[in-house]
């Protein structure tokens, strides 16, 4: 089945304490997306990456690292976790550069820090 | 940049009655412009798109989107709306010099019985 897995789906944590999200595709899409969701904000895109190697800044970058080291795999690092970053994010993959196609969305990773 | 407005967050429509959710967009160039729905503790998933050519565009659960250039409009309707319809819905249009999709702040939908 063609699909974006994210783990994991819930996640509580304490400010500072490093953590990684994990996202991976099946599809050997070119394009990934981290985005965060906040009531009343919409989707707000994080980074993204147009092929291995190749990764840019969103709207909202700032206290985000991700990398892509393998096209299906897109790891969202937050090094130092702050409240503020408490939201629910998705990735979303794509066969080309997002303007033209049509994104695919994983079921969503709620964090949560204290 | 390209962005999208969507009016209204909350929107509750009697089951049975016409649903209308509205999207106006900007965007200096040909747009591609996109309707997601996102039920309760799901991602998104693509209800329809336009690209090019034919400006009524069918998509899935009986929604459709009419592109209309000269009003930078891209509504989303339902003749009849069902209780499976509540969801969240976003408009989104292709933001070519970010090489990413503009999301607009959604629309909540409820249906009452």
């Known amino acids: 089945e063609a699909q974006v897995t994210q783990n994991p789906r819930y996640l509580i944590t304490v400010t500072g304490k490093k953590l990684t999200v994990t996202c991976s595709q099946n599809m050997n899409h070119e394009y990934m997306s981290w985005y965060r969701q906040d009531p009343g904000l919409g989707l707000r895109q994080i980074y993204y990456s147009m092929n291995v190697e190749v990764t840019d800044k969103g709207d909202v970058p700032e206290g985000y690292k991700v990398s892509r080291k393998e096209k299906r795999n897109f790891p969202l690092i937050l090094e130092s976790p702050s409240p503020n970053q408490t939201s629910l994010y998705f990735c979303?993959?794509?066969?080309?550069?997002?303007?033209?196609?049509?994104?695919?969305f994983g079921p969503g990773t709620r964090l949560t820090v204290t | 940049a390209q962005s999208v407005t969507q009016l209204g967050s909350h929107v509750s429509v009697s089951e049975g009655a016409l649903v209308l959710l509205r999207c106006n967009y900007s965007?200096?160039?040909?747009?591609?412009l996109f309707w997601y729905v996102q039920y309760p503790n799901q991602g998104l998933q693509l209800l329809l798109k336009?690209?090019?050519?034919?400006?009524l565009v069918k998509g899935i659960n009986g929604f459709e989107a009419e592109f209309k250039k000269s009003e930078t409009s891209f509504h989303l309707t339902k003749p009849s709306a069902h209780m499976s319809d509540a969801a969240e819905y976003f408009c989104?249009?292709?933001?070519?010099?970010?090489?990413?999709?503009?999301f607009g702040k959604g629309n909540q939908v409820v249906v009452i019985p």
């Open positions: 336009y690209t090019t050519g034919a400006t």
């Open positions: 989104a249009v292709g933001d070519y010099g970010n090489n990413r999709l503009a």
């Open positions: 979303a993959s794509s066969f080309g550069v997002a303007p033209s196609y049509e994104q695919y």
């Open positions: 965007s200096s160039v040909p747009p591609y």
